[in-house]
């Protein structure tokens, strides 16, 4: 998490909000359990695509692992964390194979949370997880902010 933190140090000196999204494939066992693990692979290459498509080159989007990815967004607040993951989900709603292989629908929860001035690099990740569950809890295939209260986006 050393590159994050030198986001969240760096965004502190310019006074620029900068939000964590952390995002999850939803029901992603069952794409590899049907369709096999090469299906599995083409879905996770297909969606970092998307998602660095997506991204400014300030920004930042790393694999956590497995299914799990995380977007750190520069000079974000909330409401442009949304539309950046609505972008996404119409990318992957539009775009039906990566490196000419056909990928299966797939969806993904997101939790995002707003860096604020007391926020280490563990703090600001745990919101952004337990914004994450929330958003699974509550059906899928959306988003849930966190900040000083949670939101359903």
């Given at each position: 998490?050393?590159?994050?933190?030198?986001m969240l140090a760096g965004s502190r000196a310019m006074r620029w909000p900068l939000t964590l999204a952390m995002l999850d494939i939803d029901h992603f066992k069952r794409i590899?359990?049907?369709?096999?693990?090469?299906?599995?692979?083409?879905?996770?290459?297909?969606?970092?695509?998307?998602?660095?498509?997506?991204?400014?080159?300030?920004?930042?989007?790393?694999?956590?692992?497995?299914?799990?990815?995380?977007?750190?967004?520069?000079?974000?607040?909330?409401?442009?964390?949304?539309?950046?993951?609505?972008?996404?989900?119409?990318?992957?709603?539009?775009?039906?194979?990566?490196?000419?292989?056909?990928?299966?629908?797939?969806?993904?929860?997101?939790?995002?949370?707003?860096?604020?001035?007391?926020?280490?690099?563990?703090?600001?990740?745990?919101?952004?997880?337990?914004?994450?569950?929330?958003?699974?809890?509550?059906?899928?295939?959306?988003?849930?902010?966190?900040?000083?209260?949670?939101?359903?986006?």
């Amino acid at each position: 998490m050393g590159h994050l933190g030198e986001m969240l140090a760096g965004s502190r000196a310019m006074r620029w909000p900068l939000t964590l999204a952390m995002l999850d494939i939803d029901h992603f066992k069952r794409i590899n359990d049907s369709a096999g693990h090469d299906v599995g692979d083409a879905v996770l290459c297909h969606f970092a695509t998307q998602l660095r498509h997506q991204l400014r080159p300030m920004d930042a989007v790393g694999r956590i692992g497995g299914e799990e990815f995380l977007l750190v967004l520069t000079n974000t607040g909330i409401e442009g964390a949304a539309l950046t993951l609505a972008r996404i989900r119409q990318l992957i709603a539009e775009s039906t194979e990566t490196e000419n292989q056909p990928v299966p629908e797939y969806t993904f929860s997101a939790g995002i949370a707003l860096a604020t001035a007391d926020d280490s690099v563990d703090s600001i990740f745990r919101r952004a997880d337990q914004a994450l569950f929330q958003a699974k809890r509550d059906g899928r295939n959306r988003d849930w902010a966190v900040n000083s209260r949670s939101i359903r986006l």
